[in-house]
């Protein structure tokens, strides 16, 4: 007899499925009542994502129309259509998302998730925070007990946790804190740049204990980690981007957004030439974010959360597998 | 040898670290929110049984380990090494005290082994599940007693020593679990 075959069912339970459906709902409420607009863009796109560590899934459109035979990549964030509707005069917008992420995959990754990404106008990243930290409890309320939400910045937790300052520490000192803490140094660390050795300790040493029965708002990254955030320019100057955590898990990242079309063109290029340092292939970078930030983006914050990792934590779950209907390797 | 991509680790994937083998027991994937993804890896050595934690950076490759569980025939020991022979080629191969482990005192000739090989040569060596040996010494337990409880120590022809319950008796054959070392069953001839 052949085996089986049990991966067609669902390996979320309909509790969590309707879980999942009702917090889509409260949701869309939330930002009604705000006057939020929710909005769609194309998941497929000619641009991608230059970021070294994110990977685009290609694919190649076949006609008709000029296009024919283009690559396109599916996108692993709404950011960029999103900027282009807030330059062209949409005010507040949200969207929720299916993303796609090459490589990822794990008890909190699976290739495709769901992300609910929302801009406020005029707000900064502590204004968003705010709202971020409100629609969570609203989420979670009765279904995981919250404390009072804490912020504290990227150089607390490492100044709490491992005793160092992220921002002054060499390579030498990191590399000395990691031995310290005990951990395995994965072979080919770089010794010319800090930042790999940061998201080490952070990812093995820092994570684990932030959120813990509260929401832990993290803030002020460095510069080199700003990705699309705004600069403030201080000693050092700080990335106004923020990250959110609740129990040891990464629910959301934010930025104070960059609106300066200049120094974003300048660090799409630093990107696509690491990548090429790292032998991955240039992204083509979005011209149409760029004209769009050349126009003017209006000031404003913006946040992208883990839907899929909300629910988990709301059902109680430890594993993205038991809130997907299908995980990726059902799919 | 193939190497690896951390894209391609799973448990039981075997893989060369600091010149021995490893076998993956368990395998996360952590990143934060942006930048460096790491695969953290639980690993068994195989040659000392110890379980380490490791960390890879995701997407770097590393050097697979030439490991392969065979099945085996135990054929005699010559005092230092027990010889094994493959029943398919009939090629014959040597494991030396530190394969055997705790492996020998289970054997007796012709007992088909779980052997794993490294680089082709006997890396640890799994006696089969279940053996049947005769019992060449025990104190003469209490007639009657069929409760079990209690028990005594009773070598074996290998010279394995097992508890038996009182009613076993010198001479008589026994099942016997080698993964936990534990009495199953007599055993009629």
């Known amino acids: ?331 | 040898m193939a190497t690896y991509s951390t894209n391609e680790f799973k448990s039981g994937l075997k893989i060369m670290m600091d010149g021995d083998p490893y076998a993956i027991v368990e395998n996360e994937f952590v990143k934060p929110g942006k930048g460096q993804a790491f695969n953290r890896v639980k690993v068994r050595n195989l040659k000392s049984g110890r379980v380490i934690e490791r960390t890879f950076k995701s997407g770097d490759t590393v050097e697979g380990a030439d490991v392969v569980d065979v099945e085996l025939q135990y054929l005699y020991n010559d005092g230092e090494y027990w010889h094994f022979m493959d029943p398919q080629s009939y090629e014959q191969l040597t494991a030396d005290a530190a394969a055997m482990g705790d492996s020998a005192k289970w054997l007796k000739e012709e007992a088909l082994c779980q052997v794993t090989l490294w680089n082709g040569a006997p890396l640890s060596v799994a006696p089969p599940n279940f053996v049947i040996m005769t019992i060449i010494e025990t104190d003469p337990g209490l007639r009657g007693d069929t409760s079990g409880g209690g028990g005594k120590p009773a070598t074996l022809e290998t010279g394995a020593v097992v508890r038996v319950p009182l009613f076993v008796q010198s001479g008589e054959v026994i099942k016997v679990d080698t993964r936990t070392g534990e009495y199953v069953s007599r055993v009629k001839e």
């Open chain 1, 1 to 331: 007899m052949p085996p089986v075959d049990t991966a067609w069912r669902p390996s979320a339970c309909w509790d969590t499925l309707r879980l999942r459906a009702a917090l889509l709902a409260t949701i869309r409420a939330f930002f009604a009542a705000r006057a939020v607009l929710e909005v769609e863009t194309p998941l497929l796109s000619a641009a991608a994502i230059s970021d070294p560590h994110l990977h685009s899934f290609a694919t190649v459109y076949h006609g008709p129309g000029p296009r024919h035979g283009q690559t396109l990549y599916l996108h692993t964030s709404p950011e960029f259509p999103m900027k282009r509707l807030l330059a062209a005069g949409s005010g507040c917008i949200y969207q929720i998302a299916r993303v796609f992420r090459d490589g990822e995959a794990g008890r909190r990754h699976n290739p495709e998730f769901t992300l609910l990404e929302w801009y406020r106008l005029g707000f900064d990243h502590h204004r968003l925070m705010d709202e971020v930290a409100e629609l969570v409890t609203l989420l979670l309320a009765g279904r995981l007990p919250l404390a009072a939400a804490e912020r504290l910045s990227y150089r607390e937790i490492f100044q709490r946790h491992l005793g160092v300052d992220p921002h002054r520490s060499t390579v030498a000192e990191l590399a000395a804190c990691a031995e310290r803490a005990g951990l395995s140094i994965p072979p080919g660390m770089p010794g010319d740049a800090v930042d790999p050795w940061l998201d080490l300790l952070l990812t093995h040493c820092i994570e684990p204990h932030l959120g813990q029965g509260r929401l832990t708002f993290v803030y002020d990254y460095p510069a080199a980690q700003a990705a699309l955030a705004r600069l403030r320019p201080d000693d050092p100057p700080l990335g106004e981007r923020f990250e959110l955590y609740l129990h040891g898990v990464e629910l959301a990242n934010g930025f104070h957004e960059l609106g300066d079309a200049a120094e974003q063109r300048r660090r799409f290029m630093q990107e696509n030439a690491a990548r090429q340092a790292q032998g991955q292939v240039p992204m083509p970078l979005d011209e149409h974010l760029l004209a769009a930030l050349a126009v003017g983006l209006p000031a404003c914050a913006g946040v992208a959360l883990g839907f899929d990792r909300l629910v988990m934590l709301a059902s109680g779950a430890t594993a993205l597998d038991a809130v997907l209907a299908f995980p990726f390797d059902r799919a």
